[in-house]
């Protein structure tokens, strides 16, 4: 496995993670524990370090599913991992079926309440990497900090993290706190947040890729006869796995089917080898349910284009025709 360090920070992940979310929420059903424990076990030895869940990632019934499985299946190999977990949402009417609304809460006492029951479901002393789910716009962005600064003297974090950041909230974050990598939404379909690119190289800031392969339609796995559950899988309403997108990203298909075979890999891999080829303290966190893809996906780490190569597919994105992709759940005031 290839390590890669995020920004300036000093944490050492490998150069693939695991997103974990879509085992419990999100994605359908949530697998078995049984299945969790195996996939998770499986991905060590493989040589994946570098983890990610957050504690909404459950269900309605158990809203904290997620960290509570990968506590009970990363313990055996605790000192040989980096946990990244995250606070300050929760969801409005989880009980509902599809895509559900967002309350932020990044108030410090709801923050310590937070890390102090994600130290217990994840059965550590310390967290690696802590994030801010997303901002909330009532609470300053050097409060935040503060609180983060606080909770790593006290050795219950080692490095924060903010999801879904900007430059500005980035900027006055960090002057409190070294913040040590950004998690945004990034893949060939989703490339807004490249704009903070200059902003993490300034502050050495590492930049970890959620969703990278487009909610996994740049896997080349789906097509206009995949069904996805309406009540418990978000792609069945997202605007890239309705049926007319798969003909508005018959071209995006195309180009990277081609790369594929130029560089005797699979269409996820150039996915991934792509971003990683940009910086290389980009970290993609693909999330899978499957063995093979497991291995599929770490083996984008032996991929690379040039610099080159990579400029020269920036412009076909820019230019070619794609359908709409999901941007995220909406975010709702706390006081409705």
């Known amino acids: 496995m290839k390590f890669r360090t995020l920004g300036m920070s000093g944490l050492r992940v490998s150069a693939v993670g695991l997103g974990c979310m879509g085992l419990s929420h999100a994605y359908g059903t949530p ?3 049984n299945e969790f424990m195996s996939l998770l076990a499986d991905a060590v030895d493989m040589g994946y370090t570098f983890f990610d869940t ?5 269900t309605p019934d158990n809203p904290h599913l997620n960290e509570e499985m990968m506590g009970e299946a990363l313990k055996p190999y605790r000192d040989r991992v980096v946990i990244a977990t995250k606070f300050g949402i929760r969801f409005d009417h989880p009980e509902q079926p599809g895509n559900h609304p967002l309350i932020t809460d990044s108030c410090p006492e709801a923050i310590r309440k937070s890390v102090e029951s994600s130290l217990r479901r994840l059965c550590t002393d310390h967290i690696d990497l802590y994030y801010q789910h997303r901002i909330d716009k009532n609470v300053e962005p050097e409060v935040v900090a503060g ?15 903010i999801s879904e950041a900007t430059a500005e909230y980035l900027r006055r974050a960090h002057r409190v706190c070294p913040v040590a990598a950004v998690q945004n939404r990034y893949s060939m379909m989703a490339r807004w947040h490249e704009s903070l690119f200059p902003v993490c190289e300034e502050l050495g800031v590492g930049f970890v890729a959620f969703s990278p392969l487009a909610n996994g339609l740049l896997s080349k796995c789906y097509n206009t006869e ?7 899988d978000y792609r069945a309403a997202m605007p890239q796995y309705q049926k ?13 089917e081609q790369l594929a075979m130029e560089k005797h890999a699979t269409p996820a891999q150039i996915s991934l080898a792509w971003m990683m080829s940009k910086k290389p303290w980009i970290v993609p966190i693909p999330g899978t349910r499957c063995l093979c893809r497991l291995k599929e996906n770490i083996g984008a780490a032996d ?11 920036d412009k076909l994105l820019s230019t070619m025709e794609m359908s709409e992709v999901f941007g995220g759940s909406r975010i709702v005031d706390k006081a409705q």
């Open 31 to 33: 697998v078995k524990k």
């Open 244 to 256: 007319d997108s798969f003909e508005k990203n018959k071209c995006l298909f195309e180009m990277i």
């Open 147 to 161: 609180t983060m600064s606080e909770l790593i003297k006290e050795g219950k974090i080692l490095h924060w993290g």
């Open 226 to 232: 995949s069904m996805f559950d309406t009540q418990t």
């Open 54 to 58: 957050a504690e909404v990632y459950g």
């Open 303 to 313: 991929i690379s284009f040039s610099q080159e190569e990579v400029a020269a597919i």
